[in-house]
């Protein structure tokens, strides 16, 4: 009975403090009043003048303050006028403190927002409020704070981000909600918003925001994106101001194309191929972690660990990356980029622009990073194994230095850097046991040619635009040694034996290559020289002169067959052969320059019965016994 009487006396008095509340508010609670201490508190605290049109106090079923056309104006320099306005803003307020005289909100319910966010020339911030000297809020006479709040809705909302001399980009909120316990805890977010007209859905849970915005606050949470086709999860204690200090999370990626994330972020890359990828990463002491990074990008595959640290306007790199297998034609594709157009048969390299861009953006970026690639198949078809590199970042600079690689059945070393602003390459390279053989079919060339093991140094400087720009700028000089070969082609072979034994009953179905000798030295993309190729078989030598142009892509060498026996041949009665033409399409012919000391030739040997060119042959081929055109071309 006691208890009774207790709850009806509690509930008694109860009524009539809402009651006396009903009738106190609209006093306490004026219009005007709350206008003007609502514009001294942000002058005085934000240094930052407030305007608010209609203010009106809906009483029941709780106390909601309903504000219209409300702004916060932006610093004199911004060029937007307001850093936020907002066409409509519901204020719900604890009904306790209203009471005692206080105002205290829980809830906003926000529409037709309107953010500026600028950055000036000298890099000052519009949201950066507050000024030297500001009272506090209990000075103010806010006792506790005038905002606890446990409800947020946002519609309709533009948040526009203007940079120094950048565009500008534009985030709209169609709807976000967030709800949190006292003290912004326990705080659930959903929201959806656009960026470039394409959507993301944002669900977020965090155990305590209330540390929001001050230096290394972090929350335990888990955030989940979806763009529609790409989906983030991101889970652990995560960072909640602006320095991103003392986080260590997880992130999740799976997505059946990015293209979707891609247009979001404002790329306009084309489809991309299914992307699944794990990373950890912790930031310690100004040194962000990225561990357990794995990696599955349509068939290429990757892992490895990256850290950064920033050291004043410098980021400092270090870490390992290795990839299984890369098909780099087909990795292009799957990151969206179209093919490369068609070469004509007589090109060799594209005129494309290279991704130079992107080297000048690494600028400020220092470190190192070991590279590893189980296999690379480039463009052409060729392949390279165990592919090793320590790769050195300094600025707009990328080096591999060293690089080892496995190819063409034997090995390669050397160093490679590139440079950004100047567009321009160096490339240190030494090979051993390079299959010419392996050369021609890894390309994809029918070019019936077995062995050829070759011995290739390179010290070459360039720069350019393009692959073309960049071989048509190649200067340094490139020799190769190759050994034993057979080019296995009937037509090859009688070729051969028509010019170094024409009047003798030997046949062959290929030629017989014992070396071939090359020295280029390049100047601007021209290599040219009095001995530049040289070769041996078991029938003949040959020693050439002539050029190698890549600006045009064309060629040109001339030299004598000679007969390594006896034999009468057309190499002793026609004078000097010549190869030229486009390097993709080179021609064979005899030198239409001596034509008519060949025919000469000719006329006397069939009038001598031969005996006339049986001498110079044996004349020629001792000559060739004591010289060897494969070391030639070296002195």
């Known amino acids: 009975m006691r208890a009774r009487r207790a709850a009806l006396g509690i509930a008694a008095v109860a009524a009539i403090a809402l009651v006396a509340g009903a009738i106190a508010l609209p006093r306490l609670v004026d219009p005007e009043r709350v206008k003007h201490l609502a514009r001294e508190k942000a002058a005085a605290n934000l240094g930052r003048e407030l305007s608010i049109g209609a203010l009106t106090l809906e009483l029941f079923p709780v106390p909601i303050l309903h504000a219209s056309e409300v702004a916060l104006a932006n610093p004199p320099w911004a060029k937007a006028r307001n850093l936020a306005t907002a066409q409509s803003v519901q204020a719900r307020l604890a009904l306790l403190p209203l009471l005692f005289g206080k105002t205290r909100v829980t809830a906003l319910d926000l529409d037709g927002v309107r953010i500026n966010l600028e950055t000036g020339a000298d890099g000052a911030r519009s949201w ?159 040194k962000i972690e990225l561990e357990e990074i794995s990696a599955r990008f349509g068939k290429t595959e990757a892992t490895g660990a990256l850290a950064f640290t920033r050291d004043g306007a410098k980021t400092r790199v270090g870490g390992r990356i290795e990839f299984s297998r890369v098909m780099w034609e087909k990795a292009l594709a799957d990151l969206g980029f179209p093919p490369l157009p068609v070469l004509s048969p007589e090109e060799l390299f594209h005129d494309n622009p290279l991704a130079w861009p992107l080297l000048v953006g690494l600028d400020g970026t220092e470190g190192a990073i070991d590279l590893k690639i189980a296999s690379l198949v480039l463009r052409n078809g060729v392949e390279m194994k165990n592919v090793k590199a320590h790769t050195v970042i300094a600025g707009d600079r990328l080096d591999l230095d060293p690089f080892a690689i496995e190819t063409l059945g034997g090995s390669a070393t050397g160093t490679l850097a590139f440079e950004g602003r100047r567009k321009a390459v160096r490339v240190k390279f030494e090979g051993e046991h390079l299959m010419l053989e392996r050369w021609f079919r890894e390309r994809g060339a029918k070019i019936p040619f077995n062995g050829g093991p070759m011995k290739v140094k390179a010290t070459l400087t360039t720069s350019g635009d393009s692959m073309k720009a960049l071989a048509g700028a190649i200067t340094g000089p490139v020799t190769i040694r190759a050994g034993p070969g057979v080019w296995a082609s009937e037509k090859a072979g009688h070729a051969e034996d028509v010019m170094a034994s024409a009047f003798s009953s030997r046949s062959s179905s290929s030629i017989d290559f014992e070396c071939i000798g090359a020295r280029l030295p390049f100047v601007a993309g021209r290599a040219s020289a009095k001995s530049l190729v040289g070769a041996r078989s078991t029938v003949s030598n040959l020693l050439t002169s002539g050029f190698v142009d890549l600006r045009d892509e064309t060629f040109e060498l001339r030299g004598r067959v000679k007969p390594r026996s006896g034999h009468v041949g057309l190499a002793a009665i026609a004078g000097d052969i010549e190869i030229s033409g486009k390097l993709r399409e080179p021609k064979a012919h005899l030198d239409p320059v001596g034509t008519p000391a060949a025919i000469a030739r000719g006329a006397a040997a069939i009038l001598t019965l031969g005996l006339s060119a049986a001498g110079t042959a044996a004349a020629e081929a001792d000559e060739a016994r004591k010289s060897d055109p494969c070391e030639l071309v070296f002195h």
């Open 128 to 286: 950066d409020l507050g000024r030297p000297g500001s009272v506090s809020a209990k000075d103010a006479g806010v006792d506790g704070g005038p905002i606890d709040l446990t409800a947020l809705t946002i519609r309709n909302a533009d948040v526009i981000r203007r940079g120094k001399g950048s565009a500008i980009s534009v985030l709209h909120i169609d709807e976000a909600q967030a709800e949190a316990h006292a003290g912004l805890r326990g705080v659930r977010v959903e929201a959806t918003v656009q960026r470039h007209r394409k959507p993301l859905a944002v669900k977020a849970s965090f155990d305590d925001l209330s540390g929001l915005g001050k230096d290394g606050a972090t929350t335990a949470g888990h955030v989940d994106l979806d763009w529609g086709k790409t989906q983030l999860a991101i889970d652990g204690r995560l960072p909640i101001a602006p320095g991103m200090k003392g986080f260590a999370l997880k992130a999740d990626l799976k997505a059946s194309s990015i293209q979707d994330m891609l247009a979001w972020l404002g790329e306009t890359h084309l489809a991309t191929a299914p992307v699944v990828a794990h990373l950890a990463a912790r930031e310690a002491d100004g």
